[in-house]
């Protein structure tokens, strides 16, 4: 009898282990490519690797030939790798984000499983299929490799408080470090502040000073510092660009330009948090109720788990709601809180044989499940309509999310209930994700990635030669330099290449492009439609 159990348990544990590993596959590797680069982050962080790479540099950033010192060194020695192995492009770029994001999601199994079983694959995939994680999976940025750091570090955390292995306190600050190393002192601090505010919302200070063990800080600083010394020696300007501008100054001041409201961050959380948004609000609901109804007992590992999920969902959000810089990348830590908040929430409702959800629950669950169905069916529409379009496609995509919305409320108020919540959750989330690569990404390519007008460009060409860019977004500036692989001169600053050379602008810029080389021969070439942009061959000074 033993032994059929123990059969069983591991042939459960390998199903867990081929599901995560394919949902993982689907969710953040398939179609990395379909698209290219988006945005400005994207192309000049893949960039950067890139120039690293070539240097066979491991210690300064570079763009453009220069030192690039406004973010730590992370992702581009994890896309230096992935680039050595694979070569350089755009899908190799985004890798690095997958796998964190693979790593983050075994971790949450691994923590369930130790700490709270019978649940940890739910866990693990509402983690893995949470859009803001997908999304952040996807890119090429320095998100993804912080957020599964952090999530490390603090599972690792818990579970030396919970079971006072040393082992788990050692993890810690090995993940803690490596998120340092990924974006910064943002991560030791917004981990000592959700271990001290747990601290003190469980009375028990003195873990704050347990906390501080001396073969863990070793450890932290000998990840973290060997990096931080070497790029303070080589570019003695390191300290004022990435601690006092790129931290401090980002925090304090709007000097880059992204000021938001002071509730930014309540609409990024629960966007980011979908599918799983209205029952992760009821689980959060229902720990804060739990733990006012209980705080003059002394906590139970069960209640003190609830407690730090809620705290590490609730103080990012809060602390950079003060900041006067905001991005949505900020939230991708708080996001698995959420879900593992979730996860513990099912688990207690079916141990208590209490599987059946509310009635009112499951169909705002279902909704906003099912909803996103519906712009991925329509996204070949959107860049170019900036709304959703009336019409057949429209009523087609409405009537499938509603028929899958019906379909998730029935099996949901079953008798299985909660049990359940899972399984058809992940069906509009697999519909939704393929919807966009399969149908969408040409759409999305044409009009938000610089690859296929540099791909226009190379097949006119015939032979290589510099390129420039006037009155253009950053994200095309970014976009061209790296897919094009050189340094992208700026007309508006003057940068006016001496030789021949292309120059890429927005349409209808021809006569101001002729006023700014005024004794040279300027040839229209041709037009990138999607993006409304034209380009020019400038001939050498002296050639008109």
Known sequence: MLAGAALNQRSRSYTDW????????????????????????????????????????WITPFLDGK??????????????????VAGVSDWAARVPSALNATLMSIAVYLFLRRFRPAFQLDGALMTASAAGVIGFARAASMDMPLAAMFTIALLGWY????????????????????????????????????????????????????????PGIVLFC????????????????????????????????????????????????????IPWTVFVAAALLDSIRAWWSERKQSFQPENALNVFLVTWLIVPGVF????????????????????????????????????????????????????????ALML???????????????AISSALAAALAIAMVVTLRTQLGLGMLRFVTLIPVVLSLAAVLRNAAPTLDATLSARPL??????????????????????????????????IARYNWGQIPFGEHLVVAPSGLQSAIAEKVADRRVLYLGTFAPQGLDYYWVGAKGSH
């Open 320 to 375: 950079f709601s003060f900041s006067q810089s905001k991005l949505p990348g900020y939230m991708l830590p708080a996001l698995p809180a959420g879900t593992l908040l979730l996860a513990e929430y099912i688990r207690r409702r079916v141990l208590m044989a209490d599987p059946r959800p509310d009635y009112l629950l499951v169909i705002c669950h279902s909704i906003v499940a099912a909803f996103p169905l519906i712009p």
């Open 454 to 487: 540099v791909n226009q460009i190379d097949r006119m060409e015939n032979k290589r030669l510099p390129i420039a860019g006037f009155r253009l977004s950053r994200e095309t500036e970014y976009g061209l330099e790296f897919y094009r692989n050189q340094i």
């Open 222 to 273: 000998a990840i973290t510092l060997p990096w931080y010394i070497a790029v303070q020696i080589k570019n003695p300007e390191f300290f004022r660009v990435f601690v006092l501008q790129h931290n401090l100054a980002r925090f304090g001041t709007d000097l880059y330009q992204h000021k938001e409201s002071f509730w930014y961050y309540v609409p990024v959380l629960l966007l980011g948090l």
């Open 380 to 394: 070949n529409y959107i860049p170019l309509q900036h709304r959703l379009p009336w019409g057949s496609a429209l």
């Open 159 to 214: 579970g030396w408080y919970e079971s006072g292995a040393k082992r788990y306190l050692a993890l810690f600050y090995v993940s803690l470090g490596l998120a340092t190393l990924a974006k910064g002192p943002v991560a030791p601090f917004l981990a000592a502040a959700i271990i001290i505010i747990f601290a003190v919302t469980a009375t028990h200070l003195i873990l704050v000073v347990r906390t501080f063990w001396i």
């Open 67 to 84: 030192p690039w010192l406004e973010k730590p060194v992370l992702y581009y020695w994890e896309a230096m790798l992935v680039y050595s």
């Open 18 to 57: 081929l599901l995560l590993a394919g949902f993982c596959g689907f969710l953040f590797f398939w179609g990395l490519g379909y698209f290219g680069l988006i945005g400005a982050d994207e192309p000049r962080y893949a960039q950067v690797a890139r120039e690293m790479l070539e240097r066979r540099n």
